[in-house]
C-alpha cells in the first residue's frame, strides 16, 4: 500500500502556470519539493539569491536552472504579485551570511523581503501568509508532477536538525 503523505500546504487550488519570466516576475523557487525541509530561494529581475548553511548565492537564474538539470534536483517556482528589485533584495541578504538555525534560515531573508510578520516560521507558514494576502499568482514546474505539488509536513526541529547536520 502507498504511503500518504501529509502537506501542510498544496498548490491544487492554484493555477498552474505554462510559463513563466524570470526576467520580469518575481518568484519563490522552491528546491527538493519532495524532501523535509526543502530549501527555497527568490529571483527578480534574472537574478537569484538564497541564504545556504555554506553562505548566499546571488546567480543568474539560467544557472540555476542548469545546476537543477543536471542534479535532477525537483523545483517548483511560486509567481508572486510583488515589486521587488534586485537592489531591494540585496539590501536585505547583505545582513545575513550563512542560515544556522531555524531562526536564521533560508527563509529568514526572505520573510524581510517580503515583509511578512514574525510568525512565519516554516515555508508552509509564508506560502500561507502570502495565500491570505492574494499575493500568488501561481506556480511553475517543468519536474514536479501536480501529485507532487505540496509542501510536507515538517517541524521547526527538522530544520534545526538539516542546518546541524550540513554545519558537522
Same mark, same amino acid.
Given at each position: ?6 502537506y501542510e500546504?498544496?498548490f491544487d487550488?492554484?493555477?498552474n502556470?505554462?510559463?513563466?519570466s524570470?526576467?520580469n516576475?518575481?518568484? +519563490?523557487? #522552491?528546491f527538493? %519539493? ?5 530549501h527555497?530561494?527568490?529571483?527578480? =529581475? @534574472? /537574478?537569484?539569491?538564497?541564504?545556504k548553511s ?6 543568474p537564474t539560467?544557472n540555476?536552472?542548469?545546476?537543477s538539470?543536471?542534479?535532477g +534536483?525537483? #523545483?517548483?517556482? %511560486?509567481?508572486?504579485r ?6 531591494d533584495? =540585496? @539590501? /536585505?541578504?547583505?545582513?545575513?551570511t550563512?542560515?544556522?538555525s531555524?531562526e536564521?534560515s533560508?527563509l ?6 517580503l515583509s511578512?510578520p514574525e510568525k512565519v516560521?516554516?515555508l508552509?507558514?509564508?506560502?500561507n501568509?502570502l ?6 499568482e501561481?506556480?511553475?514546474s517543468?519536474?514536479v508532477?501536480y501529485?507532487e ?8 526541529f527538522e530544520?534545526?536538525a538539516r ?6
Amino acid at each position: 500500500m502507498k504511503e500518504q503523505l501529509k502537506y501542510e500546504f498544496r498548490f491544487d487550488h492554484l493555477p498552474n502556470l505554462s510559463s513563466i519570466s524570470e526576467d520580469n516576475d518575481v518568484l +519563490i523557487w #522552491i528546491f527538493h %519539493v519532495d524532501k523535509i525541509p526543502p530549501h527555497i530561494g527568490i529571483s527578480s =529581475e @534574472g /537574478v537569484f539569491f538564497s541564504l545556504k548553511s555554506n553562505g548566499k548565492d546571488r546567480l543568474p537564474t539560467n544557472n540555476v536552472n542548469q545546476i537543477s538539470i543536471n542534479k535532477g +534536483i525537483k #523545483i517548483l517556482k %511560486v509567481k508572486l504579485r510583488f515589486e521587488l528589485g534586485v537592489s531591494d533584495i =540585496e @539590501g /536585505v541578504y547583505k545582513d545575513y551570511t550563512c542560515a544556522i538555525s531555524a531562526e536564521c534560515s533560508c527563509l529568514s531573508p526572505i520573510k524581510k523581503a517580503l515583509s511578512m510578520p514574525e510568525k512565519v516560521m516554516k515555508l508552509s507558514d509564508l506560502l500561507n501568509e502570502l495565500l491570505e494576502r492574494d499575493l500568488i499568482e501561481g506556480w511553475y514546474s517543468n519536474n514536479v508532477s501536480y501529485e507532487e505539488a505540496g509542501i510536507r509536513a515538517y517541524d521547526i526541529f527538522e530544520i534545526n536538525a538539516r542546518l546541524k547536520k550540513l554545519h558537522a
